[in-house]
């Protein structure tokens, strides 16, 4: 058989091998957009968010690196599936904040001491 034709041939296993990949793991345009959602206070987040960005310029990349770095699993797990419910949501991101600090994964923001969960949430509407 030529390359040609096995490329052909191959190419829509590949294709839908690659989309089962992207409906386990959320585009991170979505992530963010969840997670952008879950902060109450826009205003507040976008100051605070600004000012982390400010201390923590290698994170001041865009939405989809941030949603990653929540997301990822505290041993550095970037494909974390995105819960598919609001609470769950909510309930994963309490978590996170809370092993956050146990860890000592915190940042220092205008006087405050915030989880880096927490700010990255903020630096998501920066």
């Not at 952008?36 to 923590?56: K, N, Q, T």
Request: net charge positive.
């Amino acid at each position: 058989m030529s390359p040609t034709r096995r490329f052909v041939l191959a190419l829509p296993m590949a294709l839908a091998a690659g989309r089962a990949a992207r409906a386990a793991v959320p585009p991170a345009a979505d992530a963010a957009g969840r997670l952008r959602a879950l902060v109450p206070a826009a205003d507040s987040a976008r100051l605070i968010g600004r000012a982390y960005l400010a201390g923590y310029p290698d994170e001041s990349g865009d939405d989809a690196t941030l949603a990653r770095l929540i997301l990822a699993d505290p041993g550095g797990d970037p494909r974390v599936p995105l819960p598919s419910d609001t609470q769950r949501l909510r309930e994963t991101i309490a978590a996170r904040v809370r092993e956050d600090f146990r860890q000592g994964r915190t940042a220092r923001v205008e006087g405050w001491i915030l989880s880096r969960t927490e700010a990255r949430l903020c630096a998501l509407w920066a």
